[in-house]
Structure formats: structure tokens, C-alpha cells
């Protein structure tokens, strides 16, 4: 842990840097205090998950008190425990599953004969299916089906545990037939979705908070054996502080493939994780399992600017100001930056995945960028306001 703490502490550097994650650093982080965190609420442990039986914690959900204990419970197994948990029959009634699964299958299929089958950031395409904004189609395809689905107060319970209330609820479902490949192990949302180059350029605080903008669940939509492939999982893995740049690292990815754990989950079962664990989708090795599992990413409600601007206006009436400075030497490419970096959005989410996906990496191209591009192409201003404004129309779903 020493070696840990003088690399990685916050306090002693400002900025990580994946040449200075190491492996023994990492095992000496998952190994240390593990039975620190006390699970009371938790029926049994099973490779250091604690799994809850939703029958029994409905009521205890009733009682104000004990209702707080368990939040307080659950939001210490995703920081300092395994980083995981289970509940086990969150939806003791699978109707609702059905039914939205039913409808889930209706927009797979529309959307593969329309050409757009969305593909997965984490693993090859092929027999794996991804429905991006699940959870506005399905509200809109469904309404009755998605408010008999969302009537849970589990879910609730688990997304304000972690995230207080107020949070902003989305979904993404993912199929993986047999033959389905594996993903390769990763952190996700926000961080995860970086490069390591961009990631490197946030602060150490940065890397600690963004564990806690965001909530990660998969709502089993059928019985999910080992064999068919469940959520692998690395039990205390966000607790290393570098993670977000260490796990693309082969060595990471190799002791991961080595030592994590799958859970095989029932339909109507949650897994609840915190999205700095290391994790990925395993491959389906059965003959006749379509594994699905609607994959619930809860953000909390403190990512909002206070005020909203119409960005795409104002670079749009910058674009001929700055091309103009920058011909003419007024403005250094420094300058410029930061007045692209004071008026454009610099980060390329949210966006509608469908007609704005990834190019080349985990994320698509942000306002800011394409504002760059342009400059340094010397693009008319008619050109940039025409991506500008069919940018701006991919984004919205």
C-alpha cells in the first residue's frame, strides 16, 4: 500500500498517470480490509457480494429508519466493500419483465431490417444486440408496460443509496445469444468512456468523484447460468485509485480474466454495482440461452449547468469571427482555444447513440471538436453551420 499511496494518492500528485499503475499496487488495494464493510441486511455473501432477498426487505423499505440503514448499508458495500450487490427477486412478479421484453424484442428486430442495430462499445458486433435508449422507447412504445415495469420501489431505493434523490434514469438493453462474444473488462461511465490520454488530463479528485455521478444496474430479463455468459466482476476493484487509466493495461485485463467472478442470476433479479468495478459481459457458451438484461445507468441530478444556452447558435456566431482572427493573426491558436473551450459544448454526451454513434473510439465527437476540425480544415462558415446544425439534430432522440 505504500507503493499505492505515494504513486496514486491525491494529495501527493495532481494528475495520474497509467505508467504509474501497477499490478502489485492493485492486488495490495483489493486485498486489503475486506471484511470492513458490515453487510446486517444482506442474507448471504456469495464471493464477497452480499445478496439480498427483496421478499423480506419490502417491508423493512416501510420503516423510515431501517430503511436508511439499508441505503447507508448499500452505499458502503459500492464504496468501500465489494463494490456490488444482488437483489435477489427485485421483481417478484416477472409479468413486467415479459412485457417489456416482448417489446424489446419488437424494436431488436425493427431495428435490424432498418439497418440500424446498434453495436456494443465494449465488445465485437455480431451475435450480441444493444437497444440504446431503451427507456424512452420503451415509454413510448409501451407506456402501460414501462409503468407497470418502473413501479419498483427497489430500484428507487438503490438509485438514491447511491446517488440521493433527484437522479436522472436511463437504460441501454443487452442481448448476448449463444455464441455471443465476451466484453473486454472495463470501468464505465463517466471516466470509463475516456481515452487514456483524455482521462490523464483530469485532476486525482476527478478520478474519485466520478464513481459517484453515476449508478450501474442490469435487471435480469431471463435465468442467467454461468454459462450463459452473466456480468463478470472484479469484487473491490474501484477502490484503486488509478483504475480509470489502468484498466486497458494487459496485465490488468489478464489478472481480471483470471480471477473475476460470475453470479448466476434468476429473471426478475438486479445486480447493482459501482461503475469505477471492473466488469464486463461474459461470453454465452449454451445452445439455446438469449440472455438479456436491461442495463439501468442511474446519473445523479448534480451533472446540470445552472443555466441553458443555446450553444449551436453561439458557435455558429463565433465560427466566422475566430476563422477571421485566426487568417489574420489577431488571435493565437491558444486564444482561440479558450474561446472555443468558453463557448462550445466540450463534451459529446448526452447524445442519441443511434444517429450519433461512437466513431473510433468509446465516444462521438463533441461540439468543441468539430468546432476545432473546421478551424484547422478552414472550413466555410455555410459548411460549419451546416454540421454544426446536423451534429445538433444527431444528438436528439
Known sequence: MDQQRSRLEP??????????????DFLAVLQDRRDAVQVEYADELVE???????ISLNRLLKDATRRTELQAEWADVLEHGA??????????????????????????????EAGSAAADHFAKAGANDRIWNAQQKLCLRAPSVFARYYANPMLIAAAEAWLGPCFQMTSQVNVVRPGGEAQQAHR???????????????????????????????VAHSDMPVESGPTKLLPFS???AGGYLAWRRQDFRDYFEANCIQLPLEKGDVL?????????AGANRTADVQRMANLLQVSS????????????RMCEALYPVLLDQLANHRLTEVEVEAVVASSADGYPFPTNLDSDPPVGGLAPESQQMLFARALRESWTAEAFTKALYRQATQREA
Open 11 to 24: 494529495g501527493r500528485r495532481k494528475l495520474y498517470r497509467e505508467d504509474d499503475c501497477t499490478l502489485p
Open 48 to 54: 464477497d457480494v452480499p445478496v439480498y432477498d427483496c
Open 83 to 112: 463494490g456490488v450487490f444482488v437483489l435477489k427477486r427485485a421483481f417478484p412478479d416477472t409479468a413486467p419483465i415479459d412485457d417489456a421484453t416482448e417489446v424489446f424484442d419488437t424494436i431488436i428486430r425493427d431495428e435490424r
Open 188 to 218: 464505465d461511465y463517466h471516466l470509463g468512456f475516456q481515452t487514456v490520454e483524455q482521462a490523464e488530463r483530469y485532476p486525482a479528485h476527478v478520478h474519485t468523484m466520478s464513481a459517484f455521478l453515476t449508478l450501474q444496474g442490469a
Open 238 to 240: 474501484q477502490r484503486y
Open 272 to 280: 447493482f454495482f459501482n461503475p469505477a468495478l471492473f466488469h464486463a
Open 301 to 312: 441530478a448534480y451533472g446540470r449547468a445552472m443555466e441553458s444556452l443555446n450553444r449551436t
